[in-house]
């Protein structure tokens, strides 16, 4: 290829196994909410916090362990739930104070699940308590569900997830340089994925080890540094 390195892209498989999410004060407690399943004492968990705090990683982890479907909010509708509800144990709704469904749809899901015997996992930005609807009887039941937060991760959480992101890449980098882009991240988990992916394809192309110059041009690239 003239005029430039051809770089050959693969995949990054995540690691959504539970001893692949890292432990820290900021998501300890919906962490053990998950280890505790299926002892819970309702049949429903709703997982609050803000965007790139882990509640996606977290609630997929426990979803290869429940055996759980996927469902998306728009997906919880009157006439399609008993099929889409049929033959498994459990699902997992995302985003659902996003972009909630329809207020007797909601409440006709949360009922089936219950006659069912059925697991659910809810993610949410924010706690069921401030979620907004019109139906005093979803109101009531949304207030009951069981919620634990998670919060945006602090730096040595940022640090670790960066380490095992470059780790899981094959990416063995010294400390400082890990300290150095951790430190000039913005504190979502999402981010570290976006620099992780980029830092790699930097080191594959340049094909040399990820030290701080290296990573000083990706972060300038991605307008994290000056």
């Known amino acids: 290829m003239s005029g430039g390195q051809l770089v050959l892209e693969f995949p990054h498989r995540p690691a959504l196994e539970r001893e692949d999410f890292l432990v820290a004060p900021a998501n300890a407690d919906a962490v053990a909410w998950i280890d505790a399943w299926p002892g819970w004492s309702a049949s429903a968990l709703v997982v609050h916090g803000p965007a790139g705090s882990g509640k996606t990683h977290l609630a997929q982890t426990w979803r290869l362990r429940a055996q759980a479907r996927t469902l998306r909010p728009a997906e919880i509708e009157t006439g399609t739930l008993p099929d889409r509800l049929a033959g498994v144990p459990a699902v997992v709704v995302e985003d659902v104070d996003r972009d909630p469904p329809e207020a007797r749809a909601w409440f006709h899901f949360l009922n089936l699940l219950a006659e069912r015997g059925q697991w659910a996992l809810f993610t949410a930005r924010e706690a069921p308590t401030r979620w907004q609807t019109d139906l005093p009887d ?42 150095y882009v951790a430190t000039r991240l913005e504190r979502s988990l999402a981010a570290v994925g976006r620099i992780a992916a980029a830092l790699d394809a930097a080191a594959l192309a340049a094909k040399r080890p990820l030290t701080i110059p290296l990573a000083r041009d990706v972060l300038r690239a991605e307008g994290l540094e000056t």
Do not use: F, N, W
């Open 138 to 179: 979803l109101a009531s039941r949304l207030r009951a569900l069981p919620a634990v937060g998670i919060a945006a991760p602090d730096e040595q959480l940022v640090e670790a997830v960066l380490v095992k992101q470059l780790a899981d890449r094959q990416l063995r980098v010294p400390p400082d340089t890990v300290r």
